[in-house]
């Protein structure tokens, strides 16, 4: 390691100070315990900064993200929804956090309570046998639903099926969950409508399909109205549904991927069961399995009898995918989410999400190029403006919209256009809300053709201008620098 006198931190002047330790107690040979391998040669290069500018400092910086609490987040197939405080509120209670994932279960009731009913509600949501909740994440779940597709297969000595067929509209999570899975990836085309083209999914059912993954509504937010058929043909294969639950918004309480015909799928209890998310989690996985898999479903797996709850391990079971029984904090939040709104209201989120996605749709088609006409679900995508003439681009308008205090939805995805630009609304944002998007929408369009210099320079008002993202993510500076402006070797 290389010496330096001090290392630069932006508010830190020597020898202030905002903490004064308590004098040290220990006695010497304590220290003496410590490897010499690892006891510090060198100074740490803390900054020296006084109570008030660290308080400001990390209050400045809050004050700069964005978030659902601060403004409208339209992000396209990740639900960005506004969350009740009471979830936030029922999670934090001591009696839940204080929890130990090593106690042993009679003394943790309530806990394990809440994760069976949790699971329960959520079979009876999906239309399904039953759930786990043990996976971490979306593309987790994705995986351990693929595994249990895998494990069904082999059970039954059916091993020339280890190829997946994905459409080329899908999340990219599915086909790499099920190249992680070893399986092999089978692409099937979509129609001009953005739905599966049923005649070029024919031809791909043999003896060697394991299953097909498809999302209802799809990555466009199409509902597949052909999606009785393509269960039909595929179960006749001999294959399995899965269903990628990242679109389940628009379905709560309308109708159930298990009615559909699917076979495995995992839920996004972050999204849309009401998690914050942003950042990259925390996230939770439950898979829901048809009764044919409950078998397979991973350990440990909790059950009831009487009034007691308990942990067994299933002897067909795909094995452990996660480190005890999943996020429990998340499984709060959710838990906490349906018992507010109840199986009365709960068909209200598909209704609203569908409302809110085809309002704005219809409010600015004359603005953007919409490439797939007719209703939509809970999000839809424009293939950037309508008039391009100018040169503005998807990300230009991304950028526009970061001046006006609205986050960007998701641009250049889904890859079936070339200026995708995909809004969802969610369920939870007011009507006046959404007027001013569309106002803004509208605003950045015209701007686009009559002042475009304006545009493709955005942003102009945040506090960091548009960045060279290339560079940023190719040589990213991850630590403050030394006097002589050099990365400090480590």
Request: charged share 20%; net charge negative; with cysteine.
């Given at each position: 390691?290389?010496?330096?006198?001090?290392?630069?931190?932006?508010?830190?002047?020597?020898?202030?100070?905002?903490?004064?330790?308590?004098?040290?107690?220990?006695?010497?040979?304590?220290?003496?315990?410590?490897?010499?391998?690892?006891?510090?040669?060198?100074?740490?290069?803390?900054?020296?900064?006084?109570?008030?500018?660290?308080?400001?400092?990390?209050?400045?910086?809050?004050?700069?993200?964005?978030?659902?609490?601060?403004?409208?987040y339209p992000l396209g197939s990740c639900t960005m929804k506004y969350n009740p405080k009471?979830?936030?509120?029922?999670?934090?209670?001591?009696?839940?956090?204080?929890?130990?994932?090593?106690?042993?279960?009679?003394?943790?009731?309530?806990?394990?309570?809440?994760?069976?009913?949790?699971?329960?509600?959520?079979?009876?949501?999906?239309?399904?046998?039953?759930?786990?909740?043990?996976?971490?994440?979306?593309?987790?779940?994705?995986?351990?639903?693929?595994?249990?597709?895998?494990?069904?297969?082999?059970?039954?000595?059916?091993?020339?099926?280890?190829?997946?067929?994905?459409?080329?509209?899908?999340?990219?999570?599915?086909?790499?969950?099920?190249?992680?899975?070893?399986?092999?990836?089978?692409?099937?085309?979509?129609?001009?409508?953005?739905?599966?083209?049923?005649?070029?999914?024919?031809?791909?059912?043999?003896?060697?399909?394991?299953?097909?993954?498809?999302?209802?509504?799809?990555?466009?937010?199409?509902?597949?109205?052909?999606?009785?058929?393509?269960?039909?043909?595929?179960?006749?294969?001999?294959?399995?549904?899965?269903?990628?639950?990242?679109?389940?918004?628009?379905?709560?309480?309308?109708?159930?991927?298990?009615?559909?015909?699917?076979?495995?799928?995992?839920?996004?209890?972050?999204?849309?069961?009401?998690?914050?998310?942003?950042?990259?989690?925390?996230?939770?996985?439950?898979?829901?399995?048809?009764?044919?898999?409950?078998?397979?479903?991973?350990?440990?797996?909790?059950?009831?009898?009487?009034?007691?709850?308990?942990?067994?391990?299933?002897?067909?079971?795909?094995?452990?995918?996660?480190?005890?029984?999943?996020?429990?904090?998340?499984?709060?939040?959710?838990?906490?989410?349906?018992?507010?709104?109840?199986?009365?209201?709960?068909?209200?989120?598909?209704?609203?999400?569908?409302?809110?996605?085809?309002?704005?749709?219809?409010?600015?088609?004359?603005?953007?190029?919409?490439?797939?006409?007719?209703?939509?679900?809970?999000?839809?995508?424009?293939?950037?403006?309508?008039?391009?003439?100018?040169?503005?681009?998807?990300?230009?308008?991304?950028?526009?919209?970061?001046?006006?205090?609205?986050?960007?939805?998701?641009?250049?995805?889904?890859?079936?256009?070339?200026?995708?630009?995909?809004?969802?609304?969610?369920?939870?944002?007011?009507?006046?809300?959404?007027?001013?998007?569309?106002?803004?929408?509208?605003?950045?369009?015209?701007?686009?053709?009559?002042?475009?210099?304006?545009?493709?320079?955005?942003?102009?008002?945040?506090?960091?201008?548009?960045?060279?993202?290339?560079?940023?993510?190719?040589?990213?500076?991850?630590?403050?620098?030394?006097?002589?402006?050099?990365?400090?070797?480590?």
């Open positions: 390691m290389k010496q330096y006198d001090k290392l630069i931190f932006e508010l830190s002047k020597k020898g202030r100070m905002g903490y004064s330790l308590p004098e040290n107690k220990l006695p010497e040979y304590s220290f003496k315990a410590i490897p010499v391998a690892l006891q510090r040669s060198l100074e740490t290069g803390l900054p020296e900064v006084s109570e008030p500018e660290v308080v400001r400092h990390y209050t400045n910086i809050s004050n700069r993200n964005f978030g659902l609490d601060t403004g409208f009471i979830n936030e509120e029922i999670a934090a209670l001591p009696a839940f956090t204080s929890l130990h994932p090593l106690q042993p279960a009679e003394t943790a009731q309530g806990a394990l309570e809440v994760y069976y009913n949790l699971s329960q509600s959520l079979a009876e949501i999906a239309g399904l046998a039953a759930f786990t909740l043990n996976p971490f994440a979306g593309a987790h779940g994705e995986l351990a639903g693929l595994m249990i597709m895998k494990q069904y297969h082999m059970k039954r000595g059916d091993l020339k099926r280890t190829k997946v067929i994905v459409p080329n509209s899908a999340h990219g999570t599915n086909p790499a969950s099920a190249m992680v899975c070893g399986m092999d990836v089978v692409e099937v085309q979509s129609t001009p409508e953005g739905t599966i083209d049923v005649e070029a999914l024919k031809p791909l059912l043999d003896e060697t399909i394991a299953g097909i993954m498809m999302t209802n509504p799809n990555t466009l937010g199409i509902f597949e109205t052909e999606i009785l058929e393509i269960a039909g043909l595929v179960h006749a294969a001999g294959g399995l549904l899965y269903y990628d639950g990242a679109n389940l918004n628009p379905l709560l309480g309308q109708c159930r991927p298990g009615d559909m015909g699917f076979d495995i799928m995992h839920i996004n209890l972050h999204k849309t069961f009401s998690t914050p998310h942003g950042g990259g989690g925390p996230g939770s996985g439950p898979v829901g399995v048809a009764q044919r898999l409950v078998e397979y479903l991973p350990n440990p797996q909790i059950k009831k009898e009487g009034d007691r709850y308990f942990f067994v391990n299933g002897k067909d079971a795909i094995g452990s995918v996660s480190g005890f029984a999943g996020n429990f904090g998340v499984m709060m939040r959710a838990y906490t989410y349906i018992l507010s709104l109840g199986k009365e209201n709960l068909r209200q989120v598909g209704e609203l999400a569908t409302l809110s996605a085809n309002y704005i749709k219809e409010s600015l088609k004359e603005y953007y190029e919409l490439p797939i006409k007719g209703i939509c679900k809970h999000e839809f995508v424009f293939d950037g403006l309508a008039d391009k003439s100018t040169g503005v681009t998807t990300l230009d308008i991304a950028k526009r919209l970061l001046d006006h205090g609205y986050h960007a939805p998701t641009i250049y995805f889904p890859m079936l256009f070339h200026q995708s630009i995909m809004i969802e609304p969610t369920e939870t944002e007011s009507l006046e809300t959404m007027d001013e998007f569309i106002e803004v929408m509208k605003k950045i369009a015209i701007e686009a053709i009559e002042d475009p210099q304006t545009v493709k320079t955005a942003p102009h008002t945040t506090p960091v201008r548009r960045l060279d993202e290339t560079t940023a993510a190719r040589k990213p500076i991850l630590r403050y620098v030394d006097l002589l402006n050099d990365t400090p070797e480590s």
